[in-house]
């Protein structure tokens, strides 16, 4: 029986999450805790960074497959003090597809022990 995904360090990642891990919805209180901390007020802030709304209303500031406007050249989160609730809860070792999980394990976790754990799956 395969065993949980190992959580990973996030701070030795390029950021796969940011670039290849899906949509960011945004709520209501996001917006406005994101417009306020750059300054903007809510409806600048959806003109300039809503970039796209689904049928029924959602909002997203990634698309399912660009990378975030807000990753920086550094590859860290530009606004990570006011980042979404999506952001805040999401961890690839949790998520639901394993294809994130795969691509920051196969940088971070020695081949021995991913070896190891294929072998036991
Ligand atoms: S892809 Fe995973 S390891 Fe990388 S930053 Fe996102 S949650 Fe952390
Ligand atoms: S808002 Fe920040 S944490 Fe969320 S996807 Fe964009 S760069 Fe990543």
Excluded: N
Excluded at 5 to 31: H, M, N, Q, T
Excluded at 74 to 103: I, N, Q
């Amino acid at each position: 029986m395969s065993e949980e995904p190992r959580p990973l360090d996030c701070l030795r990642c390029p950021s796969f999450c940011c670039k290849i891990a899906g949509y960011v919805e945004v709520s209501d209180y996001d917006i406005r805790r994101l417009a306020k901390f750059l300054g903007l007020s809510k409806r600048e802030f959806e003109e300039k960074h809503i970039v796209e709304r689904t049928r029924r209303g959602k909002k997203h500031i990634k698309s399912e497959l660009a990378a975030c406007q807000f990753l920086d050249s550094r590859r860290r989160c530009s606004v990570y003090p006011a980042r979404p609730t999506d952001c805040r809860g999401y961890y690839c070792w949790e998520a639901k597809d394993p294809a994130v999980y795969r691509a920051a394990a196969f940088l971070q976790v020695p081949i021995r022990v991913q070896q190891k754990e294929d072998s036991k799956a």
